[in-house]
């Protein structure tokens, strides 16, 4: 296993995070740092714990114990209170998690308007640009989720965690389900919300092609646990036997495949 990942100066550190679930370690001693800017890549089977640390880290779910700090502020010390957290962070679910009752321009300035004095014209327009960013047209501004396609409804989800200009970015899957060319494109784009706007992000992704573009680190989770993490530039060099099942798609190593 990789050494675990030590920032100088984090603007996200993660000390030892545990949850259970009865008798299920859902994550255990979970333990990374972020600087500023750099983006880091959550990799491992279905069920390894990877949605699960998001929720965590956001306190939607609270840990056993372990440490969360944002900016160098202990956000573990106060559970339920996590409204000014959430507004930092711009996040996508797996399932894109738009509000049906909203037409598109409005899931994606929901919390711009939770301001009573908000100008909605002017959020509108911004929510349109930011559609433009994601490759949708305009006119689906005005249109509901019930009216898009799968990948559409996943580009929504993209442009309501761009808005803002959040400081962190969450991401589940941002590219599952996209073709190759709005794959590459959505991957530009997070590139681009680093470099430009220092944003923080982690993203879980299945998709290894995209994960090399865009990210500076990588981590493996397994049960729970990390067991292997380092520089994105070392992902294909390591010997780590979770790693290499994982790029090569094999059903023989550590990690526990379905078989007849």
């Known amino acids: ?104 321009w409005r899931n994606i300035a929901f919390k711009a308007l939770k301001n009573r004095h908000a100008d909605e014209v002017k959020i509108k327009q911004e929510a349109i640009e930011v559609l433009d960013r994601v490759g949708l047209r305009p006119e689906v501004a005005d249109l509901y989720p019930a009216e898009l396609s799968g990948g559409m409804q996943k580009r929504v989800g993209l442009a309501r965690a761009f808005a803002g200009n959040p400081e962190f970015l969450f991401l589940d899957e941002p590219t599952a389900g996209l073709d190759p060319i709005m794959s590459n494109s959505i991957s530009q784009l997070i590139t681009s919300q680093s470099t430009k706007n220092g944003v923080t992000s982690i993203i879980i992704s299945s998709d290894l092609s995209s994960a090399r573009k865009i990210s500076d680190h990588v981590i493996m989770l397994h049960e729970g646990c990390i067991v292997w993490s380092g520089l994105t530039k070392n992902l294909d060099n390591t010997d780590n036997p979770y790693v290499n099942q994982f790029i090569h798609k094999s059903a023989e190593g550590p990690i526990s495949v379905l078989t007849e």
């Open 1 to 104: 296993m990789s050494a675990e990942l030590k920032i100088a100066d984090p603007v996200l550190e993660i000390r030892n995070l545990s949850k259970s679930f009865d008798q299920l370690k859902a994550l255990q001693n979970v333990s990374f740092s972020l600087e500023l800017g750099s983006t880091l890549v959550i990799i491992g089977a279905s069920g390894s714990g990877k949605t699960l640390l998001l929720k965590t880290i956001l306190g939607i779910v609270q840990p056993d114990s372990g440490q969360i700090k944002v900016g160098g502020i202990d956000t573990s010390d106060h559970p339920g209170n996590n409204q000014d957290l959430l507004d930092r962070f711009g996040m996508l679910f797996q399932q894109s998690a738009l509000f049906d009752s909203l037409t598109v």
